[in-house]
């Protein structure tokens, strides 16, 4: 990382990245948003050991979603306000500290408070892709943050897959620890070689927070952006928060089996360079466009399920995974291409409303989920995730300005 040794120096907001930079801030989104998975394919090893009741143990990725959300309204816009390189610095520490507490928490109440301090923390990932963009030449942005944002998502997707290996093999506290020494890894080579930044606002927390009201209501764009991938995320957190549930009860297959199905997804995460790209050349609105629609194409195909044989249903669930996780992630990309032109000043605030959007589908995607799973079945899942993507881009067809 000598080669991008600028930490005492501001940047121009323009400067290029070199791809050791863009690596750094892709491995730590990825790295820092995974602590929100990491529980919850060893919840069961974990509720027997700390002998903590369904109910209690259920809480664990619950508190760690809320602090999640917390966190992207009430600490991510302080991006604007200070020097991101500053936050981000933090934030590793604190992140880092939170997960040691949850790897040495004696039990359930101490690793309740744990996780809400990880997924406040966690938060990390939405200051470094405001820096990304932030760096990056306007020509270049989406590619970009593409690739930033894939970093991020298969830390989502892969973080399943490894959390329930290491915890087979080495107990549920090595997964926390682990976590805590990637998170530290981090922070020593942001410190090394990640730039200052120039805060674009002198507002107090107060008027900061403030502004996003007038942010919202100011821009039609961020808006349409956010409700929009707020609907696919409701899809996108009911696919993945009944999966388990349904592979077991269907199939006999245990949660290291269903964990591995992230792969799947991960593959379809790949793709995000390439809807960066496309966006750069054929303009963010095509590919938002482009990735809802193949979302929910993709999430329609499941419909066939129970006309094919066993084999080729989870052969399905393979092929539908890979589209609609491209479909998700690269309407993600452009959605945030979007944004981020409409007031650089405040990109972080900006990401923040966008974000709280998103998970807040993807939470109200796992509770309908579950809910539908029950009433109706798997099938009763994949209508539920069909309509919401297919609502998701008839929000994108409306045409609407950036200030309307």
Not at 147 to 156: A, D, F, K, N, S
Not at 256 to 267: E, I, V
């Amino acid at each position: 990382m000598a080669s991008i040794h600028v930490a005492h120096v501001a940047v121009p907001t323009q400067a290029g990245l070199s791809r050791s930079l863009v690596l750094l801030l892709a491995t730590g989104a990825g790295l820092s948003v995974a602590s929100l998975y990491y529980s919850q394919p060893m919840l069961g090893v974990l509720g027997a050991d700390l002998q903590a009741g369904d109910r209690l143990v259920g809480l664990v990725p619950t508190m760690t979603q809320l602090g999640y959300a917390l966190g992207i309204l009430l600490l991510a816009p302080l991006g604007d306000r200070y020097d991101r390189r500053s936050i981000i610095l933090v934030k590793a520490a604190l992140l880092s500290l939170a997960l040691l507490l949850g790897g040495f928490a004696p039990g359930i109440a101490s690793l309740l408070g744990a996780n809400l301090a990880v997924g406040l923390t966690a938060t990390l990932a939405q200051d470094i892709v405001p820096a990304a963009a932030t760096l990056a030449p306007e020509s270049q942005r989406g590619k970009v943050v593409g690739t930033v944002m894939t970093g991020l998502l298969l830390g989502i997707l892969l973080s399943r897959v490894v959390s329930g290996f290491v915890a087979e093999q080495f107990g549920w506290r090595a997964v926390y620890l682990a976590a805590a020494a990637s998170i530290a890894m981090i922070g020593v080579v942001a410190w090394s070689g990640l730039p200052r930044f120039q805060p674009t606002t002198q507002l107090g927390y107060r008027a900061l927070m403030g502004s996003l009201v007038a942010l919202w209501r100011r821009y039609g764009a961020l808006r349409q952006a956010t409700l929009s991938q707020g609907m696919l995320s409701i899809g996108f957190g009911a696919f993945w928060s009944t999966l388990a549930v349904m592979l077991h009860s269907r199939f006999h297959l245990g949660s290291a089996a269903a964990g591995a199905f992230g792969l799947a997804g991960a593959a379809g995460a790949l793709g995000a360079p390439l809807a960066g790209r496309l966006a750069d050349r054929r303009g963010p609105e095509f590919v938002a466009r482009l990735g809802a629609g193949l979302t929910a194409l993709s999430f329609a195909a499941l419909g066939l399920f129970p006309l094919l044989p066993t084999t080729a249903q989870l052969g399905l669930i393979v092929v539908a995974a890979i589209g609609f996780d491209f479909g998700v992630q690269g309407t993600l990309v452009a959605h945030q291409t979007l944004v981020y032109g409409i007031e650089p000043g405040a990109r972080s605030r900006l990401n923040a409303l966008l974000f709280t959007g998103m998970f807040m589908g993807m939470a109200t995607g796992a509770a309908l989920g579950s809910l539908a799973l029950a009433q109706w079945g798997w099938l009763g899942v994949v209508a539920l995730a069909t309509t919401a993507s297919t609502a998701a881009l008839a929000v994108r067809m409306v045409r609407r300005t950036a200030s309307a």
